[in-house]
């Protein structure tokens, strides 16, 4: 079979590439908070919208390295919607057609993103997401992109530009270069995986702390390693949290993980948008409540040095959902406790 269309496929993605800047890294000027430095990598400012951007490039070209996606395959995908936005940016470029399945309530201005880039929706229950793309695929012919697998290997941990790499090039001039701590979440664990083998490989001190949500297995599973563990009701934190193990949750990797509530994680969210002037999703209000329990740690023992963790998208995808106290205060909870402990501990 002739590679032609494939070799144009790969090219066009390499273009894509060679187009894009690097995304920020953002350093916070946090009161109370002196000789402990907190940085956040924008990575909202990727062409679709959110740190997916990266993966969504390395599973097309896993995919069409691997021979699994040729001229004309549909690609269908399980998400919560960021990685359905960029694996839709991509295959808009490619010229394939992509059907996104995705939790019945994923915020409709995701949905409309997808549609935005030519994908299709198909909304089904969040625990139905995975079987579902699977016999759509099978229905088709077409590619299941299956990011919960794939994830963790179709992005090259030794560097290429990864993440890790780009942190540790931006830290450079810093007056702490090297992180006590990098701080991620989990939705594939794809991420994490890449930056806990970016730290052994290059041989680094930096430690890895992954935060999970309410309603999240990734907690208790790391503690008991039992990867039969399923949750009932899905996770409210959009893009993070499982109800079942993900294969790309590589675990060893993690030196430690804290369980972050969803009503801390929105009330940071806006403790955020005082201090930045930006609105950021929810993910990023867990990631960055969990650094600031390690900087307070850090404090407590004396300790100087820099946290670095992740904005992982924009908080204007959800204006109708977590920034709407109405929404927040019916299906997170009180978020008042979280935001005085915020204003006392960091007056803004
Ligand atoms: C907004 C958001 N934050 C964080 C994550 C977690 O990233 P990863 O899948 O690499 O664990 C995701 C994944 O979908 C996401 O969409």
Known sequence: MSREWVNQAIAK??????????????????????????????????????LKHRLARSLFLYGLCNGWIREGTPIIESSSGSTAISEAYFARLLG????????????????????????????????SIYAESERLAHELGGHYMDQFTYAERATDWRGNNNIAESIFRQMQAEPHPIPQWIVMSA??????????????????????????????????YYHSRDNNLTSSQGSRIEGIGRPRVEPSFIADVIDTMMQVEDTAAIATLYWLDTLLGRKCGASTGTNVYAALQLAQNMQQQGQQGSIVTLICDSGERYLDTYYNPDWVACKIGDIRPYQQQLQQRYPL
């Open 13 to 50: 993605i390499e273009a894509d590439f060679q187009r894009s800047a690097d995304t920020h890294l953002i350093k916070l000027d946090i009161p109370n908070l002196s000789g402990i430095d907190l940085y956040l990598k924008d990575e909202s400012t990727h062409p679709s919208g959110s």
């Open 96 to 127: 394939l057609p992509f059907i996104a399945v995705i939790p019945e309530h994923t915020a409709s201005k995701k949905i409309r993103q997808i549609e935005f880039y030519g994908g299709r929706c198909h909304l089904v229950p969040a625990t």
């Open 187 to 220: 939705g594939t664990g794809g991420t994490s995986a890449t930056l806990g083998r970016y730290l052994r490989y290059q041989r680094l001190d930096t430690q890895l702390c992954v935060a999970d949500p309410d309603f999240s297995v990734f907690y208790p």
